[in-house]
Nanobody, 125 residues
Framework: QLHLVESGGGLVQPGGSLRLSCAVSGTGLDHYAIGWIRQVPGRQREGVACISGNGASTNYSASVKGRFAISRDSAKNMVYLQMNDLKPEDTAPYYC??????????????????WGEGTQVTVSS
């Protein structure tokens, strides 16, 4: 059983930056890939970033590659999403979620095993 809690969302102007944090608690955390998923109203859910249990592998959606960076601090049981050059179309609630995987697999998808409650990101002038 894992518990995930997101923080760091807010209102930012276009071109600005935010860092989202996800506090993960539970056991066997190195056997869980952690991903950030967003749900834009009226649009399909999008997995924007994923990191493997050992932190060595990452994957990004095409829409955020080069702007967002996911990282993991295993000592603190934290996962971060650094978001730079934010655009209005990045506006959405962002969810941190975990999927049981081998430690080197950065494979997330939508059918995650555990979800956080989400944190809202709004990009607007």
């Amino acid at each position: 059983q894992l518990h995930l809690v997101e923080s760091g969302g807010g209102l930012v102007q276009p071109g600005g930056s935010l860092r989202l944090s996800c506090a993960v608690s539970g056991t066997g955390l190195d056997h869980y890939a952690i991903g950030w998923i967003r749900q834009v109203p009226g649009r399909q859910r999008e997995g924007v970033a994923c990191i493997s249990g050992n932190g060595a592998s990452t994957n990004y959606s095409a829409s955020v590659k080069g702007r967002f960076a996911i990282s993991r601090d295993s000592a603190k049981n934290m996962v971060y999403l650094q978001m730079n050059d934010l655009k209005p179309e990045d506006t959405a609630p962002y969810y941190c979620a975990a999927k049981g995987r081998k430690p080197d697999q950065a494979l997330c998808g939508f059918f995650m095993d555990y979800w956080g409650e989400g944190t809202q990101v709004t990009v607007s002038s």
